[in-house]
């Protein structure tokens, strides 16, 4: 079969423990906006910029790839959870572009990571590798306030619109720890295997 190379590919990482409906809201509005052949999703290792002890690979990655399966051209790609210590994007980025070397590669992030993004591992070489794609996230307090653009490496970003959506996986645990329904919050897929699994339940 003859296959056409994808001309442009997004990278989308997140610890998805679990993935809920912002991330799957996320991939589809990079994939339409942005124009992207194919949406890479990876879900981390033990991300380096996280203390806690996440959700065991193989059911982060089930969830993810339960999250993410309407969503059109994504690809959810665990190779992360494979490499032993933490994870950092750089690495995935190199591989992509050995893999790919003539695509147009876009790191897609909400605003709260784009505002770290220039405190990670080679930051510089992230920039000179992808295309930083920045979408709006609403802040605690609910009201989005726009990040400091001026922290983007190279200073170069496309924005994704996305609906503000207070939604964070940390609430989502929490609110199931407590007994609280999270049926809205996640893909009913997704909320089916965190029953069936007993996942989040107070300790
Ligand atoms: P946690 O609460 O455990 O830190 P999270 O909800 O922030 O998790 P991650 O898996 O860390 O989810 O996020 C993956 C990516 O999705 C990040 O780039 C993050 O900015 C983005 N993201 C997560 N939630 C939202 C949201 N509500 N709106 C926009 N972007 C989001």
Known sequence: MN???????????????????AHVALGRAAVEQLGLDMLRVFPTGQAW?????????????????IA???????????????????????????DLRAEYPDAQLVLVIGAD???????????AAI??????????????????????ASQVPGGHWLPV??????????????????GQGIAHLVPSGVAGYI???FLYQPT
Request: hydrophobic share 40%.
């Open 195 to 197: 029953d069936q699994h």
């Open 49 to 65: 910029h996280k203390a806690r002890t996440l959700t065991p690979a193989e059911q982060r990655l089930a969830m993810t790839r």
């Open 113 to 123: 990571q784009a505002e770290a993004l220039a405190g990670w591992r080679d930051s």
């Open 127 to 148: 920039a000179t590798l992808a295309t930083i794609a920045i979408a709006e996230r609403a802040r605690p307090a609910q009201t989005p306030v726009p990040f400091d």
């Open 3 to 21: 296959r056409v190379a994808p001309r442009r590919i997004g990278m989308f990482g997140g610890a998805f423990d679990p993935p809920h409906l």
């Open 68 to 94: 993410f399966a309407d969503v059109p051209r994504a690809v959810v790609d665990g190779r992360e959870l494979e490499r032993s210590g933490p994870t950092y994007t750089v690495d995935t980025l190199r």
């Open 161 to 178: 619109a996305l609906a503000p959506m207070p939604v964070s996986a940390t609430a989502i645990r929490e609110r199931a720890t407590a």
